[in-house]
């Protein structure tokens, strides 16, 4: 089986960095077609999205046989949704229960992302979260703090046996948006970072985005969030934790924290790589 390179970069976030020669490269796929769960769906209400989750299996077997076949210590990471676990009434709108039937059915191309050597990790999206309780929007009535709605959706992962890792996004969120439902949106504020890391950082994590500026004095900034994260997964004393995130001009390399299992990705690009875009990616898993 082959590989369109076209399109397996319109799907994936390659992360082909220049690391040490004992560093495996880095491929991140992030699957966000709503409108194919919605236009494929089936029944008469609640819906299936079995075809969104077949879709998708395939797209990350593809990408699994390849780096097997060409490039077999590189790792797979992907983007799952706050919902993605859970297996109840699906009403449209979103990718509910796509990774638990990926993980059901799919069950090795779910745990080479997840686990393994090969694994860069399953990193839920548990952000773009809205505390809108007249549209539903918290997963259970008085249950829409951020920290309680992260901890609700990954313990969903976590009650069915799927290893995944925590996100958070810097600064105001995307949803929702803020000439729309300002006051219901979600940001990451230092108290909610610090409850959060409190039941999920021994797990680490990954956020959006290292250059997002917080734009509130409230919100936590991304290397606030990074030293937060890293000291959380490895422990306060570990002295990489300390380190900054890079202006984006800057001339810097790339590293692991950590070891075995337990690792921790910084790394860096110059303009002039990969098509001449800027690339700075942060992820523990």
Same mark, same amino acid.
């Given at each position: 089986?082959?590989?369109? @390179? ?15 020669? /004992? ?18 769906? /089936? ?9 969104? $989750? ?7 077997r ?9 490039? @077999? ?5 992907t983007?799952?949704?706050? $919902?993605? #676990? ?21 069950p090795? $191309? ?15 999206? %548990?952000?773009?979260?809205? /505390? ?41 969120? #995307? ?12 940001p ?7 409850d959060?890391l ?27 969030? +990074? ?5 959380? +997964?490895?422990?306060? #004393?570990?002295? =990489? ?6 202006q @984006?001009n ?13 690792? &921790?990705?910084?790394?860096? %690009?110059?303009?002039? /790589? &990969?098509?001449? =875009?800027?690339? $700075? ?5």
């Amino acid at each position: 089986m082959t590989i369109d @390179p076209d399109f397996l970069f319109s799907i994936s976030l390659f992360l082909s960095l220049p690391h040490s020669p /004992s560093t495996p490269h880095s491929n991140f796929t992030d699957y966000e077609e709503m409108w194919h769960a919605d236009y494929y769906k /089936s029944g008469a209400g609640p819906w299936t999205n079995y075809q969104t $989750v077949y879709k998708y299996a395939a797209i990350m077997r593809n990408v699994q046989l390849n780096i097997q076949k060409h490039a @077999p210590k590189m790792k797979l990471g992907t983007a799952s949704a706050a $919902v993605g #676990a859970l297996s109840g009434d699906w009403w449209g709108g979103n990718l509910k229960g796509i990774w638990h039937w990926v993980f059901k059915w799919y069950p090795e $191309v779910y745990n080479f992302a997840a686990t393994g050597e090969n694994s860069g990790g399953v990193n839920v999206m %548990s952000y773009d979260l809205s /505390s809108n309780e007249q549209f539903y929007e918290c997963p259970q009535p008085n249950l829409c703090s951020l920290h309680d709605q992260v901890n609700f959706y990954l313990k969903s992962y976590s009650d069915a046996g799927m290893a995944a890792h925590v996100g958070y996004e810097i600064g105001t969120p #995307a949803y929702p948006a803020k000439d729309h439902d300002p006051t219901h949106q979600l940001p990451l504020t230092q108290p909610e970072l610090t409850d959060i890391l409190n039941v999920q950082g021994k797990n680490g994590g990954f956020f959006w985005e290292l250059y997002k500026p917080a734009d509130d004095a409230k919100n936590v900034d991304a290397t606030t969030a +990074a030293q937060q994260i890293c000291k959380a +997964a490895l422990g306060d #004393a570990t002295p =990489r934790c300390a380190g900054t995130i890079p202006q @984006p001009n800057a001339h810097v390399g790339g590293g692991w924290v950590g070891g075995g299992d337990e690792q &921790h990705h910084f790394s860096y %690009s110059e303009p002039e /790589s &990969h098509c001449n =875009r800027k690339k $700075v990616h942060y992820q523990g898993y």
